[in-house]
């Protein structure tokens, strides 16, 4: 079945504690983004990748890392989280960034304290 | 202002009318995206659109580039609908609309 999975789908943690939010897709798909989602903001995107290696800044990438080693996995990285990381977040992919529909992930619901 | 905008912000229809949410963006685009979010969270894209309209089952997609301007209509509208529905502005930048949240009774 083609999928986008994240792991953890819900995370409590206190600030400053380092964490890694995982995204896996199935699809051989090039193109993948991190996106969060706020009330009242609506989804923002973070970081995305056009393939191996090549990642970018979306609109809100401060506090964040990512990395794409392997066209399968764009983990995003919170080196030191803050409780206005506190968010819902969405992995997504689809072969090109431009005329193809992304997938999304579940999305992983982070609470930082 | 907002680069994408959506209107009605919430609508609440009864089960069988003929619902129409619009997207305006100010900013250039490559395609424009719709997408459904489902109560539980879960985010499906509907439609990738660049020009003209396109249509799935119930659902149908416009745009005109020269407005700025995309429509999704569902017609005979049915509960399981009840969503938010988001529209995304594809150009250098990925942005989106604020939702569409619509409520269908039975």
């Known amino acids: 079945e083609a999928q986008v999975t994240q792991n953890p789908r819900y995370l409590i943690t206190v600030t400053g504690k380092k964490l890694t939010v995982t995204c896996s897709q199935n699809?051989?798909?090039?193109?993948m983004s991190w996106y969060r989602q706020d009330p009242g903001l609506g989804l923002r995107q973070i970081y995305y990748s056009m393939n191996v290696e090549v990642t970018d800044k979306g609109d809100v990438p401060e506090g964040y890392k990512v990395s794409r080693k392997e066209k399968r996995n764009f983990p995003l990285i919170l080196e030191s989280p803050s409780p206005n990381q506190t968010s819902l977040y969405f992995c997504?992919?689809?072969?090109?960034?431009?005329?193809?529909?992304?997938?999304f992930g579940d999305g992983t619901r982070l609470s930082i304290l | 202002k907002n680069e994408v905008e959506q209107s009605p912000q919430n609508l609440t229809a009864q089960e069988g009318e003929f619902i129409t949410i619009n997207c305006s963006y100010s900013v250039g685009i490559s395609a424009l995206h719709w997408l459904q979010q489902h109560p539980g969270g879960g985010i499906v894209s509907l439609f990738m659109l660049s020009s003209g309209k396109k249509k799935h089952g119930r659902l149908i997609a416009t745009i005109n580039i020269q407005e700025k301007h995309s429509s999704l209509h569902i017609t005979a509208s049915h509960p399981r609908d009840s969503a938010v529905y988001i529209c995304?502005?594809?150009?250098?930048?990925?942005?989106f609309g604020k939702g569409t949240r619509l409520h269908i009774l039975p």
């Open positions: 995304a502005a594809v150009g250098d930048k990925i942005i």
């Open positions: 699809m051989n798909h090039e193109y």
């Open positions: 997504a992919s689809s072969l090109g960034r431009i005329g193809q529909p992304q997938h």
